[in-house]
C-alpha cells in the first residue's frame, strides 16, 4: 500500500508537473545512482505520468516491470574500501515514494503559497512497521510552505535541511491545515 496523500488532486496536480519541469530546464532532476542507463532515460516520463494520473504505487510498479534498475551497486565498506551489493528488491518503491512525495510536497507548497496559507502540517501519509522517534516526533508540526519550497528545490535527492521528507520509509509528507 501506497502514501495516501490529503491533497493529491487537480489543483495540486498541475503544480507538481510544473516543479518537474522546473527541476528538468535546470537539470536538477534526482539522477539515482540505482538506475541503469535506460532506467534514467525513461525516469522523467514515467514520473510525468505518475504526477498527471498516477501515484507512488503506479510509479513504482512502471519502474519495476521496465526493468530499469542496475542488478548491483557500489557500496562503502565500514572499515574503508568498496564492495559490490546487490540493489535491494525495494529499490523502485523507496525511489517512487522518496521522489513522489518530493514533488507532491512542492506543489503542495506552491499551492498554499497562491492562496496565502503560511504552513503546512506534517501528518504519517503511510503506516510504517517500525516508525523512526524522530518521524513520530514531527507528526502535527508545521512548516514554512515557502522554506520547505525552496529547501527541496535546493537538496533534490537528498536530505532537505528541514527533514521533510524525513528520509526514505519515514512515511511522513505535509498536508494543507
Same mark, same amino acid.
Given at each position: 500500500?501506497?502514501?495516501?496523500?490529503?491533497?493529491?488532486?487537480?489543483?495540486?496536480?498541475?503544480?507538481?508537473?510544473?516543479?518537474?519541469?522546473?527541476? /528538468?530546464?535546470?537539470?536538477?532532476?534526482?539522477?539515482?545512482?540505482?538506475?541503469? @542507463?535506460?532506467?534514467?532515460?525513461?525516469?522523467?516520463?514515467?514520473?510525468?505520468?505518475?504526477?498527471?494520473?498516477?501515484?507512488?504505487? *503506479?510509479?513504482?510498479?512502471?519502474?519495476? *516491470?521496465?526493468?530499469?534498475?542496475?542488478?548491483?551497486?557500489?557500496?562503502?565498506?565500514?572499515?574503508?574500501?568498496?564492495? @559490490?551489493?546487490?540493489?535491494?528488491?525495494?529499490?523502485?518503491?523507496?525511489?517512487?515514494?522518496?521522489?513522489?512525495?518530493?514533488?507532491?510536497?512542492?506543489? /503542495?507548497?506552491?499551492?498554499?503559497?497562491?492562496?496565502?496559507?503560511?504552513?503546512?502540517?506534517?501528518?504519517?501519509?503511510? @503506516?510504517?512497521?517500525?516508525?523512526? +522517534?524522530? *518521524?513520530?516526533?514531527?507528526?502535527?508540526?508545521?512548516?514554512?510552505?515557502?522554506?520547505?519550497?525552496?529547501? /527541496?528545490?535546493?537538496? +533534490?535527492?537528498?536530505?532537505?535541511?528541514?527533514?521533510?521528507? +524525513?528520509?526514505?520509509? *519515514?512515511?511522513?509528507?505535509?498536508?494543507? +491545515?
Amino acid at each position: 500500500m501506497g502514501f495516501q496523500f490529503q491533497n493529491l488532486d487537480d489543483r495540486t496536480r498541475p503544480l507538481m508537473v510544473d516543479e518537474l519541469e522546473y527541476d /528538468l530546464a535546470r537539470n536538477t532532476l534526482y539522477p539515482s545512482p540505482r538506475l541503469n @542507463e535506460r532506467g534514467l532515460a525513461a525516469y522523467p516520463d514515467l514520473l510525468r505520468a505518475a504526477i498527471r494520473d498516477g501515484n507512488d504505487v *503506479s510509479l513504482a510498479n512502471d519502474l519495476r *516491470s521496465g526493468h530499469l534498475f542496475k542488478a548491483t551497486e557500489r557500496k562503502k565498506k565500514p572499515r574503508g574500501g568498496y564492495t @559490490e551489493a546487490r540493489v535491494p528488491v525495494t529499490a523502485p518503491e523507496t525511489l517512487a515514494e522518496g521522489e513522489f512525495n518530493r514533488f507532491y510536497a512542492r506543489g /503542495l507548497c506552491r499551492r498554499a503559497i497562491e492562496d496565502g496559507i503560511p504552513e503546512l502540517v506534517v501528518y504519517r501519509a503511510k @503506516e510504517v512497521e517500525n516508525p523512526r +522517534p524522530e *518521524s513520530m516526533a514531527m507528526i502535527g508540526t508545521r512548516v514554512n510552505a515557502e522554506a520547505l519550497l525552496t529547501d /527541496l528545490r535546493v537538496n +533534490p535527492g537528498i536530505e532537505p535541511a528541514l527533514h521533510l521528507p +524525513p528520509g526514505p520509509n *519515514s512515511g511522513l509528507s505535509v498536508r494543507l +491545515p
